[in-house]
């Protein structure tokens, strides 16, 4: 609350704000009438970020006597006066050794505990906003100080529990706040935006975009913790209780729990293992380019992000972990990643690992070329064999990365087209069978 007389644009009245961050940014502050009644000007600000501290209040000393009390054991508590020659203090940076004097003598230590006057009004106990306001009316107003500041973090993160069988998953989230901002916040309504926020950083500064991501949705009946809303063109996130936040405090909310979510595991098998592969004749000539091959086949789990799914809400980027439930009912971690901001009704697919019990191999079995009709004839061999004890179903992807005109002339497995130079095979493999998938390209030129 503000109480302001009637104004003058030479005098103006003083305020001080003590709720300002360590690390606040002083040119973002923006102070309102927040009725919008009353018109505020800031004549001055400054801002205040050096609390008081011994080292500070003897560096008023230098130059001058102060009274120390020495405290020993099993002996009268003793007043000393000594002269401060250096304070130690440093303004901005780390402290150094005292210096002090006592009988026409030096030593670089305090010679007991430091007696000060009264704390001067000059000095702070917290960081502090500082205002000369002219204001055009007598009011007593609400005022609202919003400003930007470093020292925040959020973090969202995902826990899916699946049995050991099965596709149906539960979904447990967190969103994780740490403050580090120099200042404790006491019953705090907190708002959290999340998207991709740009942030002017200085030069040097590691980061260069920091997205803040927060998401809600709560199983059951229970009153919903956090509450969503699509925002600018973002997505804000507030939480429905009040929070303290102290500093250096890193906090927890759980912000959804939904069960039955279909997260269907996906087997695939990418046996060119080409790193940065691309079109071109350059690779094309080359017979042994993009044949090297690769056993491993990739386990993902695959969700999509709708309400008939038991979702249907914007997930904000985080860590995703899974977990698979033992036929005792105990959790074990088998993998984890990353998903980055989806929007609702999109689909997610995330890398958690390699199978144990699928193996893929694939070999060059033809590779011709004839320059004069610029055509390229190739021929591969893909093994894949089952060492579980059910059934399923691999993808085998393969890249027709020679040219861009292409056609496949002969195969044993029907394909489909995922793009202009990717071809899947879906294999259905028994327990411990074994099948081989063959096809044949032909490029022009």
Known sequence: MLSLDAGSSFAGYHFTFTGATAKLEPDSVILRDVAGKVQLQILEQSYRNDPVSEPMLLSFFEGQFLDFIRREANKPDQTISAKIIRSGYVPGGATVEPIVEI??????????????PSLGEENILKPALAWQIHATAAAKINAEVAYVTQGFSWQASYNLVAPEKGDLVDIVGWITMQNDSGSGFQNAKIKLMAGDVNKVQPPHSPMAKRGFPMMAEMAMDAPPVVSEKAFDEFHLYTLANLVTLRDKETKQVEFIRATGVKAERLYIYDGAAISGWRVGMNVGADPGYGTTSNKKV?????FKNSEANHLGIPLPKGRVRFYSQDDDRQLEFVGENNIEHTPKDELVRLFIGDSFDLVGERKQTEFKVNEANHTLDETFEIQLRNRKKEAVEIRVVEHLFRWSNWAIEDKNHEFTKTDAQTIEFRVPLKPDEEKTVTY???YTW
């Open 440 to 442: 044949k390209v032909h």
């Open 103 to 116: 009988d026409g003598k030096l030593q670089f230590s305090l010679p007991g505990q430091p007696i000060f």
């Open 298 to 302: 990739n386990v993902y789990r695959e």
